[in-house]
């Protein structure tokens, strides 16, 4: 009788899957910056690069230096608290100078002492040697600022010496576009009529005359 044959016992293999079937680990990648933290980066750039127009904004709104800067800080602090109700591709110094003006009507004019000047004592300070034609017209565009009424003198500095639009000004100062555009004439016949330009036309666009 013929023993059927059998196969030599044999250690068991493991069983290997199908390459199909291999699961791909992940590639090492370098590690990519937070998109908060590159917004984060950002808003605080904007900060920076808006500053010397608050600066520019709140001497004129006050008069006052040391005021001025305070009322700059207030603005970057109140802005870095309150970062998210910024949207991300809107302008920037738009909503900042908004703030600026939220926080002086609401804060700084509070405090804020009035500037008498009887005397021309204020005056005085802004004014330069006459060897520099440019600073004293500058100084004496400060000084008629000063004494025009402060809604027309924001509008008129947004416009005349921003840059915005009567729509992007209006937005700012939280009023109608037609009011903007009525302050700003008033503003500029005034200021021409301080700065003795009555005849030979009126304040332009950029601040002085036109």
Known sequence: MVQPHLPSSSPLRPLHPPTAFKVAL??????????VGEWEDEFRAGLLSATPHLRAFAMSLIGQREAADDLVQDTLVRALQNRDRFE????????????????????HRKRRREVEDVDGLYAAKLSTPPEQP???AFAALQV???KIPEEQREAVLLVGAEGYSYEEAAEICATKVGTIKSRVNRAR??????LGHEGDGDVGQDGITG
């Open 26 to 35: 992940p590639v090492p990648t370098k590690p990519v910056r937070n998109a």
């Open 144 to 146: 008629a600022l000063a």
């Open 134 to 136: 440019g600073s004293v």
């Open 189 to 194: 016949r005034r200021l021409a009529e301080l």
């Open 88 to 107: 991300p591709g809107t302008n920037l110094q738009a909503w900042l100078f908004t703030l600026l003006r939220n926080v002086f009507y609401s804060d």
